[in-house]
């Protein structure tokens, strides 16, 4: 079973742009994490936030969490052509085992 | 390996048939992990392993699922008796094996059942 949901389900920007991407999910948490999909393969790790974390930084890429509100939010600064891809959240719940729980992704499509 | 290796990366197979799916870790990684993934749909957890047990097998939807990592490395996913309905790209990623860390995917077997 997935454990969140993405909003929106489908982004469109123009090159340059900054994209937002929001994640929530059901259960109390260890760590949320967002990974990135290409083609509909492998996904690629791009950034994991504990939850006793706020905000972390990576590159371009800004990740908030609330766990208050059981919700993440990913942010892709001054995005480019290539940043064109499927972002999913995923979290590692608090029942001690390590398994990811996937949300439903946002197609982000980045035109240059 | 420098990255997780999943063969084959591509599989056709007739309803009704069984179907092996391999999957080779990262060096070192102790957890391992079974996705699927349908068209347009995140990635659905089928079963983790932590060393050679399978520490979680709460997502394999039935008993034609089954999966092994006899070493502590190279995992099987078998499925018996294949169902059109089983056709997805199956995701295959491992880990440190402590909460903290990233997952190292996979590729992926794209199967299609006809």
């Not at chain 1, 919700?71 to 064109?84: F, G, N, V």
Request: aromatic share 8%; glycine share 10%.
């Amino acid at each position: 079973s997935q454990q969140g949901e993405e909003d929106p389900q489908a982004l469109s920007i123009q090159e340059g742009e900054n994209a937002t991407m929001n994640c929530s999910y059901k259960t109390s948490i260890n760590n949320l994490q967002w990974y990135r999909q290409n083609s509909g393969r492998g996904l690629v790790h791009l950034i994991l936030i504990r939850s006793n974390e706020r905000e972390k930084h990576s590159g371009r890429l800004r990740v908030t969490l609330d766990t208050s509100k059981k919700s993440s939010s990913l942010l892709i600064t001054a995005s480019r052509a290539a940043d064109t891809a499927s972002y999913f959240c995923a979290t590692v719940n608090q029942t001690g085992a390590n398994n990811l729980f996937f949300g439903t992704g946002t197609r982000l499509t980045v035109i240059p | 390996g420098a990255g997780v290796s999943q063969t084959p990366s591509n599989k056709v197979t007739e309803k009704g048939k069984y179907v092996e799916l391999r999957c080779d870790p990262i060096s070192g990684h102790t957890a391992l992990y079974w996705y699927r993934q349908s068209l347009g749909q995140g990635p659905e957890f089928l079963i983790y392993f932590q060393g050679t047990g399978a520490a979680d097998d709460s997502g394999l939807p039935n008993d034609r699922f089954f999966a092994v990592r006899p070493e502590g490395s190279v995992s099987t996913l078998k499925i018996q008796r294949t169902e059109r309905g089983d056709s997805a790209v199956y995701l295959c990623a491992s880990s440190l094996g402590t909460s903290g860390h990233g997952y190292t995917f996979g590729s992926g077997t794209r199967l299609t059942v006809v």
